[in-house]
């Protein structure tokens, strides 16, 4: 399953920003509810608390990863794929988008009122649906998935 142009057009209009819309399509791809989640990626919308810092989608995409291979519980370990699978996301996204600054890939000032921005959720649902899939297919060519 991929990251739905229409989706992402419908969670945006719904107010969820970019990080919070990368969880939700992880949460329902596996048939999880998790609304700390959802609303802890909050954080991360314009570039980390919308100050055009790092993109939600590099971050979220991070947390999505994390969810695989990341420490979960006492004994269980981090899986040592973590740190590749991370690398090899963000490298990609860098080189697809020209960067991972928010306010540089999007070329709107974050911390005005984004919603009088047209470009912005073009923009980031394209960005969405491109990282969404390729983490998607990272996660199978590590086993994952």
Request: with cysteine; aromatic share 10%; charged share 25%.
């Amino acid at each position: 399953m991929g990251a739905d142009a229409f989706e992402i057009f419908r969670l945006a209009s719904a107010g969820y920003c970019c990080s919070q819309i990368m969880m939700i399509f992880y949460l329902k791809e596996n048939n999880l509810e998790n609304v700390p989640a959802v609303k802890a990626m909050a954080a991360l919308c314009g570039g980390v608390g919308n100050l055009g810092k790092t993109c939600g989608v590099v971050t979220a995409g991070a947390c999505i990863l994390g969810m695989y291979a990341g420490k979960g519980e006492g004994a269980e370990l981090k899986d040592d794929n973590l740190k590749k699978m991370i690398k090899e996301f963000t490298d990609w996204f860098e080189e697809e988008f020209e960067g991972t600054e928010c306010v540089d890939i999007v070329s709107v000032d974050v911390l005005k009122d984004i919603n009088e921005h047209e470009v912005y959720p073009t923009r980031c649902g394209s960005i969405i649906q491109k990282s969404y899939n390729k983490i998607n297919s990272i996660l199978q060519d590590y086993g994952y998935i």
